[in-house]
């Protein structure tokens, strides 16, 4: 038996520990909500998903601040950084993909709104939620009307993303390891990075979650547009989000596997990986195949593993059983991420039977080890390998907003305020 509040109470010591109180003169607040770990640098994905879990929390955790440092850090022509360093400095500069977080931001904001009914908040934050995205539209789109994308900037760092047969070919947006911000970060580049099919890999491909997250963005800007009576935005947004679903679901949806996929060279990359899952969330799926896209999520040979839901499908020739960070490992993003896609598409009892194996796999590991992880390996709850420890930061989702929002009847966590059910 899971008792929630143990993992809860033990979230909040953790995240409490981890406060960051550096700041930088008038642009970084602090004490300010983390990576998790022991980086002191402020991560746009990393924050977003860490707020969906303190708003449950909030007389006590800094969500608000912490949030409102990345529009302090905006760019006048609207750009954020994914990554920033303890000075306020972008890690990765902004020529390259690298420097493009997963556009979520709108999401966690959303999501504070239909927690909290703060119309307010909402209305001063819009715009540079709006402008954003109008940027990463202008910079980052193609032709094609899809998203590149890199191995940095789409946060799932060493996840194969590139056709079986490539050996490096193509023309790709190279980074210059002298613009790299800090010393760590541009030693860590040359030495891991540099050289290998990851660098290589980015103008050649169309990348599934991408697209799909600004379809998404673009979903959640209209519903802002339409409440805080911005017509014209509205339609912008809306169309938008009607265009880019047609576009992925005719270029990306593959009826033969019943899966979207990442495109390369103009050609569907038939890799199962976890970034497909952003369209259920992004609304784009048509409904006479959310059933056999869903069905993959219990596949042992795709994605139904012991701890759901592996970021990596098992039948992989890449798949690592022992997590190999994004080759297989369940993180709790994109778990949470694959159970708010189930619950806007109607499939709760699915929804539920995940959450309830994720769940325990984050207790076993707390009893075991008194402390949460970066991630977890997908065949049996142990720390992936790779695995920061005392990560509370977003692994703090399985601890908090998932026995909340997904657990019921004798699994639910005691006293939970307000469910919500939708985006």
């Known amino acids: 038996m899971i ?62 601040t912490s949030l409102d440092n990345l529009y302090r850090l905006q760019n006048e ?6 990554e920033y360093s303890p000075e306020g400095q972008p890690e990765f500069p902004r020529y390259h993909p690298a420097s493009f977080a997963p556009p979520i931001l709108s999401w966690a904001e959303w999501d504070l709104y239909e927690f909290t009914g703060d119309q307010s908040r909402l209305a001063r934050v819009y ?84 697209s799909a997250q600004m379809a998404l963005d673009a979903r959640l800007l209209a519903r802002m547009a339409e409440l805080l009576g911005h017509e014209e935005d509205r339609r912008e947004f809306q169309n938008e989000h009607a265009e ?24 569907q990359v038939e890799r199962f990986h976890i970034g497909a899952y952003w369209c259920l969330l992004a609304g784009i799926v048509p409904e006479e195949n959310v059933e056999t896209f ?35 490992s369940s993180w709790a993003p994109t778990t949470y991420m694959v159970l708010k896609g189930l619950q806007q598409v109607n499939r709760m009892d699915l929804a539920e039977k995940l959450a309830l194996s994720y769940v325990q796999a984050v207790y076993d590991l707390l009893l075991e080890t008194d402390t949460f992880w970066e991630n977890i390996a997908p065949e049996r709850a142990a720390p992936g390998n790779w695995s920061a420890p005392d990560f509370c930061g977003w692994s703090g989702l399985g601890a908090v907003s998932i026995p909340r929002e997904f657990l019921r009847g004798e699994h639910s966590a005691s006293n939970t305020p307000k469910r919500i059910d939708h985006v």
């Not at 022509?77 to 994914?82: P, Q």
């Not at 009826?255 to 103009?266: R, T």
């Not at 592996?310 to 960070?325: F, K, M, N, T």
Request: hydrophobic share 35%; aromatic share 14%; proline share 6%.
């Open 3 to 64: 008792d929630f509040a143990r993992l809860e109470q033990a979230a909040l010591r953790i995240a409490r520990e981890k406060l960051s109180d550096a700041a930088c003169g008038d642009v970084i607040r602090a004490p300010r909500l983390g990576t998790g770990g022991h980086y002191d640098g402020i991560f746009l994905w990393d924050t977003a998903f860490t707020c969906m879990w303190a708003k449950y929390h909030l007389a006590e955790l800094p969500v608000f």
């Open 77 to 82: 022509d609207g750009f954020i950084f994914k």
């Open 127 to 210: 715009p540079h939620l709006r402008d954003f995205h109008r940027y990463c539209r202008a910079a980052f789109r193609m032709a094609d009307g899809l998203y590149l994308g890199n191995h940095l900037g789409c946060g799932m760092d060493n996840l194969p993303r590139w056709p079986r047969d490539f050996a490096g070919e193509g023309e790709f947006i190279q980074l210059d390891p002298e613009h790299v911000h800090t010393p760590a970060s541009r030693q860590w580049y040359c030495d891991r990075i540099r050289g290998s099919l990851a660098e290589k890999w980015n103008q050649q491909g169309r990348f599934i979650d991408m």
């Open 244 to 267: 880019l679903g047609r576009t992925i679901n005719q270029r990306c949806w593959s009826d033969k596997h019943a899966f979207y996929f990442d495109l390369g060279f103009g050609q």
């Open 294 to 328: 869903c069905r993959h999520l219990v596949d042992p040979a795709k994605f139904g593993r012991p701890v759901p839901v592996p970021s990596l499908a098992a039948d992989d020739p890449d798949y690592a059983p022992d997590g190999g960070y994004w080759r297989g």
